[in-house]
């Protein structure tokens, strides 16, 4: 089976975005794949963070991603920072990567901007990025369309090395899911998003009140008549719907947008309904999860040790092909 891997960072928490554009993409590739699932903690402390609860929130995550069906039996799932191989291989990739390609990284230069103090570990980020998933030899990387380009200098950091030291590396290939981009309900020209949760993003794991609220006053237009097009807030609530309805209450609810008589509070309505029995079992089984935390911690002990098995394998074979220690 292919080799997978994939990476989130424990920062704040899950919101629809994660869940429906990433979250459950990784739940079904396990079928098929290998899989390999980090949460990526020294990623994470590459931008402001606070120390006291960065290993809570991993723990956290780990709890959410495992309440969603990451099934840590069948998928390696660990804490990038129990594995020291990692910073190590990055430090080697730094030596093959090109500091013209780490410029045009965009992802760099849209973070950067809006920072007082930007990092070197920000603008080397990509490069600890590469270095997790080749430590594994993965050859398939599930990311969103904003981390495709890092995947391609994942490529050529392979590339570069293979030419200079010998085939070692996989050229991984980045997977992009279903496609899903899930839109602010406040805002709906813009994507749901992490960093400002409070009315731009809708937590998994958040209040059912608080969800209907924020359904409810979910951005819309004016009404609009037979025939017209759809406006991005009435097409954000159509894509949740198509994510957790069936088919036949999808295509009614079109119909009546279709004949301009569709009442947005309707559609709220069963938008709501539909997205809460979705989630739902995932809430349960997060709280059944949390009532015994250490069950998960065991689960991320035994995920450690089983990365550390093939990556401190890899690593020793990197280490002779580039003439480093430890012997
Ligand atoms: P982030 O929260 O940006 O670290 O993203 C974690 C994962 O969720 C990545 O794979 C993103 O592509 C995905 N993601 C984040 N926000 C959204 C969104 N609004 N819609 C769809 N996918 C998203
Ligand atoms: N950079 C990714 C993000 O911001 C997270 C990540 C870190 C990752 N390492 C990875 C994703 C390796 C895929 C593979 O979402």
Redesign the pocket.
């Known amino acids: 089976m292919p080799k997978l891997f994939s990476g ?2 424990p920062t704040g928490e899950l919101h629809l ?2 869940y ?3 979250i459950t993409n990784w739940v079904e590739l396990q079928q098929e794949h290998e899989t390999i699932y980090c949460i990526v903690d020294l990623h994470a402390i590459t931008s402001d963070y606070d120390p006291e609860v960065l290993r809570e929130n991993s723990v956290n995550l780990a709890t959410d991603l495992i309440a969603s069906g990451i099934d840590p039996e069948n998928s390696i799932l660990f804490i990038q920072s129990e594995v020291r191989e990692h910073v190590e291989l990055q430090w080697i990739f730094n030596s093959v990567t090109s500091y013209g390609d780490l410029t045009r990284m965009t992802q760099f230069k849209d973070k950067s901007e809006k920072m007082d103090f930007v990092s070197a570990g920000l603008f080397d980020y990509p490069v600890l990025q590469a270095a997790d998933i080749l430590l594994y030899r993965a050859s398939r990387v599930p ?2 369309e ?2 495709v380009q890092h995947v391609e200098l994942t490529r050529r950091i392979a590339r570069k090395f293979n030419s200079r030291f010998g085939e070692f590396f996989p050229e991984p290939e980045p997977i992009v899911g279903r496609g ?3 839109m602010s309900t406040a805002d709906p020209e813009r ?4 960093s400002d949760h409070d009315k731009h993003a809708i937590g998994l794991m958040e209040d059912e009140d608080s969800i209907w609220e924020k359904v409810k006053s979910a951005v819309t237009d004016p009404g609009k008549a037979k025939g017209d097009e759809m406006s991005p807030g009435v097409a954000n609530l159509f894509t949740l719907l198509e994510l957790t309805a069936p088919e036949s209450t999808v295509e009614g609810f079109r119909e009546d947008h279709r004949e301009g008589n569709l009442m947005y509070i309707d559609l709220k309505e069963a938008v709501y309904e539909n997205l809460m029995s979705e989630i739902r079992p995932v809430r349960e089984k997060k709280e059944e999860l949390m009532e015994n935390r250490s069950h998960v911690e065991e689960l991320l002990e035994k995920g450690k040790e089983k990365a550390r098995k093939i990556a401190s394998g890899n690593m020793e074979e990197v280490r002779k092909m580039v003439g480093v220690g430890p012997t």
């Open positions: 989130i960072q975005g994660n429906f554009g990433a990311v969103g904003d981390q899903a981009r899930i994507k749901m998003s992490k």
